[in-house]
């Protein structure tokens, strides 16, 4: 029997650290492991004894690349337990900080992470040699993204100004105009963007996802909708426990999460948009429309191009806000603790964000449960690894571990998220 | 011929990544420092990574399990000059909060099998381990003193970093006092300044994720903290965040344990 093994024992451009091992034999892969060796830090235990209204800066500490997300969903979740809806211009500026999020990481990981697969360099600064204009527009396009942040929270990570119940202080509307013009010009590299990365080669392979996200009310998903897949899934967040469970594997300080009954599934991008295409801004629709994009895309390869268009809706979106934009009476809903539990899921960049926390009367935590994205993805880049990989055996050790490396990236894994993440190791036998 | 870059390499320990991600998030600056250094290990940017020695190490990250103790030790031995940016590395980080608690029972909280989980009973700042040359605060640090960090590096001088408390930089912004305006609590007057005062910019209480200043009176300011309302769970709890232990903070939160 042939035995080859793969070894991958730090995983570059991801966030946090992981490793991954990809056995075969004969010809045909028979495990592949993500090992998550990011150390745990333990933010559910020490949630526990805290104020309601502290969760959203804790929380944000749990990743340095999507902290907006990690904010999202503990407001969320707290005014849930509460029995609180924050609506109108609050709701609208959620949304906006939101945008920045999605256009800040979704351009990290496109011009920086993702896009050197595509091109043959080890990293954007090696690109920047060979493709300076391209990396500067990228710069350039990541950099309103963490101005929108920075404008509405204070900074782009860890941003002070979101709580539960609204912000500290909400911007007048002449405070986001110049925001606007920085916007109208992210539109167009962003547009330039979805026609650069769907120039890409893309292998020609296809996974039968379960694709699970929000589903918006005629809306984008970012904060508000149901969470429902392509295969008859709906429900609200309040029933998230009931449909999905996680269990831990001895190779990953992560835990997997799976639905009940059926195994893994896929949040993220390609799930967004496989459930949401319809509610795009037209010229994200049109966008997506002349890069070759159906309706649903089970390429994982390809979510570059989705992660492209959803900057471009984002940006699309950024500028309706701030163009209907009218300034709240208040800054926040004053709202009083009572033992209560919440729940809810937000639309973190790389994929859903699930929270609930069990509340005393004193508005004290008494049990956190978060369930971030990579936790749901991990299980389905295992078998994107063990499906793609059989055709892969052919080539020398180098470009194979490239090619699983790759396989990973395409779900933009947050590593430091998940542990609660990368070496390769490929064992082909002999 | 060529000039010869000095070497730069970035290590993560346990952290969010958000230190690291502020170099990237220097999109004015970044293609200019890659030009001056040579960015020799840089995981989250690039696959490409150059051998030690290295002329300036930055470490984000505090050290959690027997692994990085190790490890932390082997960075320091390659590295001309090792500065740690942000509170994980400075002070421990959020995860220090296990520093007060008993780890078993927070692995038990999170896993189902405690015991697959390897780490130790504490998470401690880098110069707990090994000599570190400067150390740069902030959750996270701030952009403009870690572009700041790399020019003093790349002219041979000291960093200018003031260690002046919040307070200052409120003067200096024309802020009203949050605490005397408001009777908003605030840790200004403790905490280390680089922020830029942004919390009370934004009507709310510093909440202390520099760190503590250089010698803070921190007794006093729980004095005027309590007559504002906190009781001592509150004051507590306040001490205990990003930088729970850094020693000021760490003493004055364990003077309010109940």
């Known amino acids: 029997m042939k035995v080859r093994t ?23 892969v028979q495990s592949a492991e993500l090992n998550i060796f990011e150390p745990p830090r333990f933010f559910e235990a020490f949630l526990r004894d805290r104020m309601f209204t502290e969760a959203p800066d804790i929380t944000a500490r749990i990743c340095g690349i999507c902290p907006v997300a990690y904010q999202m969903s503990a407001v969320h979740a707290m005014e849930n337990a509460l029995g609180v809806v924050v609506d109108g211009p609050l709701r609208e500026l959620r949304r906006l900080i939101y945008c920045g999020e999605w256009i800040e990481s979704h351009t990290l990981h496109v011009y920086m992470l993702h896009a050197p ?4 360099y080890e990293g954007a600064i090696e690109m920047a040699r060979d493709h300076a204009d391209i990396v500067r527009r990228g710069l350039d396009l990541k950099k309103v993204g963490n101005s929108i942040i920075a404008l509405l929270g204070g900074r782009e990570i860890h941003p002070i100004n979101v709580r539960v119940g609204g912000f500290y202080r909400t911007p007048r509307k002449r405070e ?35 694709f699970v996200a929000l589903r918006g009310d005629g809306e984008y998903p970012f904060s ?83 992660r492209a268009v959803e900057v471009l809706y984002a940006c699309d979106e950024a500028l309706r806000i701030i163009d209907e934009y009218e300034e709240p009476e208040r800054p926040a809903i004053e709202i009083e603790p009572r033992a209560s539990t919440g729940f809810a899921a937000t639309e973190a960049p790389r994929g859903m964000l699930y929270h609930r926390y069990q509340l005393n009367a004193d508005g004290k935590i008494a049990d956190a449960r978060i369930v971030p994205p990579t936790s749901q993805n991990q299980p389905s880049i295992e078998e994107d690894l063990k499906t793609f990989a059989t055709a892969w055996l052919d080539l020398p050790d180098e470009a194979l571990r490239h090619r699983c490396e790759q396989t990973i990236r395409n779900h933009d894994p947050c590593i430091s998220c998940a542990t609660h993440f990368l070496r390769l190791e490929i064992d082909r036998g002999g | 011929m060529a000039r010869i870059r000095p070497k730069l390499a970035l290590w993560k320990f346990a952290s969010c990544d958000g230190c690291q991600l502020s170099l990237l998030d220097c999109e004015d600056e970044l293609l200019t420092v890659a030009g001056e250094v040579e960015i020799a290990y840089f995981l989250e940017a690039t ?23 190790m490890r932390i030790q082997e960075i320091r031995k390659k590295s001309r000059l090792l500065m740690t940016i942000g509170a994980c590395a400075t002070s421990g980080g959020i995860q220090a909060l296990r ?20 780490t130790l009973a504490t998470s ?55 605490m005397v305006g408001h009777g908003t609590p605030c840790l200004g007057p403790v905490t280390h300044a680089g922020c830029g005062a942004l919390c009370p910019s934004y009507n709310r209480g510093c909440y202390g994720c520099y760190g503590p200043m250089e010698t803070p009176n921190a007794p006093s300011l729980s004095a005027w903290l309590s007559k504002l309302g906190m009781d001592d769970d509150a004051l507590k709890r306040v001490y205990r965040t990003f930088n729970a232990n850094a020693d000021a903070f760490r003493k004055e939160s364990e003077r309010h344990e109940g």
């Open chain 2, 47 to 69: 696959r490409a990574t150059v051998e030690g020695p290295y002329d300036l190490s930055l470490v984000e990250g505090s050290v959690t399990t027997p692994h990085d103790a």
């Open chain 1, 176 to 210: 986001l105009q110049p925001l606007a013009e920085d916007l109208k010009r992210a539109r167009d590299q962003a547009l330039a963007t979805v026609r650069w990365t769907a120039g890409f080669d893309f292998p020609d392979v296809d996974r039968d996802y379960e």
């Open chain 1, 117 to 120: 697969d595509f091109l043959g």
């Open chain 2, 99 to 118: 520093n007060f608690a008993d780890v078993r029972e927070y692995a038990a909280i999170v896993y189902a099998r405690p015991d697959y989980i390897q």
């Open chain 2, 124 to 178: 401690t700042a880098i110069a707990e381990h090994v000599k570190v040359d400067f150390e740069l605060r902030g959750c996270p640090i701030s952009t403009r003193q870690l572009v700041e960090v790399i020019s003093a590096f790349l002219a041979g001088r000291k960093p200018q970093t003031p260690p002046h408390s919040v307070c200052v930089e409120c003067k200096i912004a024309g802020n009203l006092c949050v």
């Open chain 1, 224 to 306: 508000d909708g149901r969470i429902a897949s392509n295969r008859g899934l709906d429900i609200s967040a309040v029933e998230y426990d009931e449909h999905f469970e996680e269990s831990q594997v001895e190779h990953s300080t992560a835990l997997h999460a799976h639905l009940k009954a059926r195994g893994p599934y896929l949040t993220g991008p390609l799930a967004r948009y496989a459930l949401n295409s319809a509610s795009l801004s037209p010229l994200a629709r049109e966008a997506a429309q002349e890069a070759g994009l159906e309706r649903v895309c089970a390429n994982p390869f390809r979510s570059i191009i989705i």
């Open chain 1, 6 to 28: 793969i070894k991958v024992d730090q995983l570059a451009r991801v966030e946090g650290e992981g490793a991954l091992r990809v056995v075969a034999r004969d010809g045909v």
